[in-house]
Structures are given as C-alpha cells and as structure tokens.
C-alpha cells in the first residue's frame, strides 16, 4: 500500500498560519476518523500532535488543529512558532486493519 | 510516568535474527494494542506491526508479513518483535508506540527508539 500523500515542505514566518495536506484514498483517511499527526524534530522520537482528526492530547498546544474532507486530512498550526519548526507526518487507519503514515513534511519557520 | 524503553538493537548479516524488546511502565499495559514502527536512516516513518491489548490479533505491514513477529507479555508489561530473514532494508531506528485506545488507531507514547542495522 502506498504512503499517505504530503507535500515534502511548507514554510511560514513567525506568528503566521500553516496547513499541511495528507491525501489518501476512500480506503484510508476517507473511510474512517483515524487520522492522527506527528511532530518529530531532528534526532527524536516523534510527538503525537492530533488524533482521531481533530482531538489534541493533553499538553499539546491549541494552535495545533485537525480537519478532514473527503480522502483529505490537514493539520493547520497557527501563530507559528520557532520551535514549531520539525518533520510531520500524518498517520491513518486503512480498510486492511493496518495504519499508513504520509511521507513527511518538513515545516520551516523563516 | 508512562514509559517504553526499547532495547535488543544492533548489527546482524542479512538473513539473520534479532529479537527487539520493549519495556513498559507508567500504565495498566495489559489494557492497551501496541505497536511497532521504523524509520530508516534520513526517511520518513513505517508502521511495522501491532497486537491487541490481550494478544489476540496481531496485523503487519506487507513488507515484512511472513517474516517479523510481534508478541507480548502482560505478565512482565513487555513488547517484543522477533525478525527473521534480514534484509539490508529493514536497517533503521524501531520504536514501539502505544495505541491511546485497543486500537489499531494511533500512536501516543513513543519509546526512544532502538537501531538494527542489518550488514555483511
């Protein structure tokens, strides 16, 4: 099964909104509320940011949301943050009862 | 607090084996599906395998079906992924993650990860 579909970068300045795309099939992210998104910065583990589309865990930061329409998820974060520069990647339950991440999208804060 | 901590990582020939384990603390582990994921070196990341909170199910992803076994013991709160037959392209960091339901849904608490690098 192929990866999740995510744009490779995206870059924002500080204070600035961001959304990041995850595209999959009716098989994946459109058949199901299993989409969840990962921050991961260089050398770490990575860091569950949303779950089930649009839930935050608690201590993850409200400028952190999750939507979805159709075979397509987006993570928006907002009020961007230099920390807030990191891999993410989207992550979905698919119809084969296994999970399918996106390729990964390197975020820079300019 | 909540804690995995993987170990069992290191260099093997490819077709060789090597069990990874992975301890948790913190929680009830005998109430949560956890899983298996890696990231090859500079790539992005690939869920390997997961089990249901009691063992009962267990799914793998098609590239190392056949070959990688999870397992667990609630007993001793461990994860383990025993890996057979090698390849060059299963080099990479292995984390075990654990599900934030029975899932499989998503991956919530991430250990530091363990490095198997599969060389001649």
């Known amino acids: 099964q192929s990866a999740l579909t995510q744009p490779a970068s995206v870059s924002g300045s500080p204070g600035q909104s961001i959304t990041i795309s995850c595209t999959g099939t009716s098989s994946d992210v459109g058949g199901y509320n299993y989409v969840s998104w990962y921050q991961q910065h260089p050398g770490k583990a990575p860091k569950l940011m949303i779950y089930?589309?649009?839930n935050r865990p608690s201590g993850v930061s409200n400028r952190f949301s999750g939507s979805k329409s159709g075979n397509t998820a987006s993570l928006t974060i907002s009020g961007l943050q230099a920390e807030d520069e990191a891999d993410y990647y989207c992550?979905?339950?698919?119809?084969?009862?296994?999970?399918?991440f996106g390729g990964g999208t390197k975020l820079t804060v300019l | 607090q909540v804690q995995l901590v993987e170990s069992g990582g290191g260099v093997v020939q490819p077709g060789g084996s090597l069990r990874l384990s992975c301890a948790a603390s913190g929680f009830t582990f005998s109430s949560y599906g956890m899983h298996w994921v890696r990231q090859a070196p500079g790539k992005g990341l690939e869920w390997v395998a997961f089990?249901?909170?009691?063992?009962?199910?267990?799914y793998y992803a098609d590239s190392v079906k056949g070959r990688f076994t999870i397992s667990r013991d609630n007993s001793k709160n461990t994860l383990y992924l025993q890996m057979n037959s090698l390849r060059a392209e299963d080099t990479a960091v292995y984390y075990c993650a654990k599900d934030p339901y029975r899932g499989p849904d998503a991956f919530d608490i991430w250990g530091q990860g363990t490095m198997v690098t599969v060389s001649s």
């Open positions: 089990i249901r909170y009691d063992g009962s199910n267990k």
């Open positions: 992550s979905s339950y698919t119809s084969s009862s296994t999970l399918l």
């Open positions: 089930d589309v649009s």
